[in-house]
Nanobody, 126 residues
Framework: QVQLVESGGGLVQAGGSLRLSCAAS????????MAWFRQAPGKEREFVAA????????YYVDSVKGRFTISRDNAKNTVYLQMNNLTPEDTAVYYC???????????????????WGQGTQVTVSS
């Protein structure tokens, strides 16, 4: 049973930075595509970023390009999301997700992913 546990969320002022972490256990983490999604109150869950197992390919939603960076450390079974220049529009619960495929296949769709974490709250004040 694969488990994903997010951490690193919190309250930050606009323009600030946070680094989210997602620790995986119980599966072949190194072979999975990993992704971050977010969900703001009253809105659907939204794709943020994805990374292939060897970090050769990354993919971002346009609204975070140039501000957010996804990375992974397969030796630590951990994926990260570095978030810079945060705005109030980035306020949401951030979720880590894992896809047992090793290639990016429909990375923006929630039903692509096999495993989900419980989420970590990110709040950006203006």
């Amino acid at each position: 049973q694969v488990q994903l546990v997010e951490s690193g969320g919190g309250l930050v002022q606009a323009g600030g930075s946070l680094r989210l972490s997602c620790a995986a256990s119980g599966g072949a983490f190194g072979a999975y595509v990993m992704a971050w999604f977010r969900q703001a109150p009253g809105k659907e869950r939204e794709f943020v970023a994805a990374i292939t197992w060897a970090s050769f390919s990354t993919y971002y939603v346009d609204s975070v390009k140039g501000r957010f960076t996804i990375s992974r450390d397969n030796a630590k079974n951990t994926v990260y999301l570095q978030m810079n220049n945060l705005t109030p529009e980035d306020t949401a619960v951030y979720y880590c997700a894992a896809d047992r495929n090793s290639r990016l296949v429909r990375p923006t769709e929630t039903n692509t992913y096999d495993y989900w974490g419980q989420g970590t709250q990110v709040t950006v004040s203006s």
